[in-house]
């Protein structure tokens, strides 16, 4: 296999980055989710393994894939971005409807970057996946 360009080896490392990021949530949610609303606890557990199974693992797939130059890297990269679009959105619903935006200014401002921050790498993945997939075309 060919070594992979420096964009795609910091693409990668962005990818594990955002794993790493939602892996550290789930640590902090966990010691600190005692404020909250009960609803909204009860919804965000439902969250904890399809976060870190599903969204944690093919980002982690995407960037070993990434760093090696294998095409399924694409494609990996689609699903984990779609993904983040995915819970960018469900995730400001939820927190619309239960009023996590009009709380503390900086309950809503972190909520709301959060939600910003998935809907925006997430679209990043999926026009770097659309975009390597016609280069290996």
Known sequence: M?????????????????ALAIVFFWISFWNDHHDLPANVVDFEWCFLLPDILWIVG??????????????RA???????G??????GMLD????FR????????????LNAAVNVACLLFGSANIW??????????
Not at 100 to 107: A, V
Not at 128 to 137: E, P, V, W
């Open 2 to 18: 060919e070594t992979p360009d420096l964009p795609a080896r910091r693409f990668a490392w962005t990818q594990r980055i955002a």
């Open 58 to 71: 093919t980002f982690w797939l995407a960037s070993h894939w990434l760093m090696k130059s294998d095409p």
């Open 74 to 80: 694409a494609i990996a990269t689609a699903v984990a």
């Open 82 to 87: 779609s993904s983040m679009v995915y819970l």
């Open 92 to 95: 400001a619903i939820c927190n």
């Open 98 to 109: 239960h009023g996590q935006y009009t709380g503390s200014f900086s309950r809503g401002a």
């Open 128 to 137: 770097y996946a659309n975009a390597r997939s016609k280069r290996t075309t």
